[in-house]
């Protein structure tokens, strides 16, 4: 089945240590995302994207890393600099041009810190 | 800046009835594209409808339909026949016609009462 790919679902980070979340998709989109979502608010846009080797910021990008190598990948490292990143994250992608189609999410990764 | 409200925190409804979810939002474009999400408890996020603003024909999947008042800049959810399954975190999204940013909503909690 198609679909996205996050993993681990759960991740604890010690002070000062970069972590890495993994996003997986054999969907063949071409845009994919990473959220965070933190308790009571909705989702906020980390980095976005649209095709391989190239990727933009979001509006909460300040102490995070993307790449994007390979179609199907889209990794996030969450570096020292990021000092609140507990929280749920979640990656999406969305394939075609058209404007009405949607994002589809993976099941998240919840990251803690030690 | 875009802005999706949605102004009930939380929401209750007995099994069987019908709940309406609100939604406002901001935008002083002309062409976007509006989705409901839904987000149980395993926190995947899943599409459960969308509306494009070019459209005045209300969207409908099933026991979802949607009430979209572009001039009131309103969209509200219907969920009718309520369920148990039903029970989730509802966002409601924004996107405008070219962008890759999906702009949610705060979210309403749904609780089905059996």
């Known amino acids: 089945d198609g679909g996205i790919t996050q993993s681990p679902k759960y991740l604890f980070r010690k002070e000062g240590q970069n972590v890495t979340l993994s996003c997986e998709q054999n969907?063949?989109?071409?845009?994919m995302y990473w959220y965070r979502q933190d308790p009571g608010q909705g989702l906020r846009l980390i980095y976005y994207?649209?095709?391989?080797?190239?990727?933009q910021k979001g509006d909460i990008a300040e102490g995070y890393s993307v790449s994007r190598e390979k179609k199907e990948s889209f990794p996030l490292t969450v570096t020292s600099a990021q000092k609140n990143p507990t929280a749920f994250y979640l990656c999406?992608?969305?394939?075609?041009?058209?404007?009405?189609?949607?994002?589809?999410f993976g099941d998240g990764t919840r990251l803690s810190i030690l | 800046a875009q802005t999706v409200t949605q102004s009930q925190p939380e929401m209750s409804v007995q099994e069987a009835e019908t709940v309406t979810l609100s939604c406002t939002y901001d935008?002083?474009?002309?062409?976007?594209?509006l989705f409901w999400y839904k987000q149980p408890p395993s926190r995947q996020m899943i599409l459960v409808i969308r509306?494009?603003?070019?459209?005045?024909q209300n969207a409908t999947e099933n026991r979802f339909s949607v009430n979209f008042q572009k001039a009131a800049k309103s969209f509200s959810l219907k969920i009718s026949d309520s369920q148990l399954g039903d029970a989730a975190m509802y966002f409601c999204?924004?996107?405008?016609?070219?962008?890759?940013?999906?702009?949610f909503g705060q979210g309403t909690r749904l609780t089905i009462n059996p």
């Open positions: 969907l063949n989109h071409d845009a």
């Open positions: 999406a992608s969305r394939g075609g041009p058209w404007g009405n189609q949607p994002q589809h």
């Open positions: 935008t002083s474009e002309s062409d976007y594209y």
């Open positions: 509306q494009e603003a070019y459209k005045q």
């Open positions: 994207s649209q095709i391989v080797n190239d990727f």
């Open positions: 999204a924004y996107r405008t016609q070219g962008a890759q940013k999906l702009v």
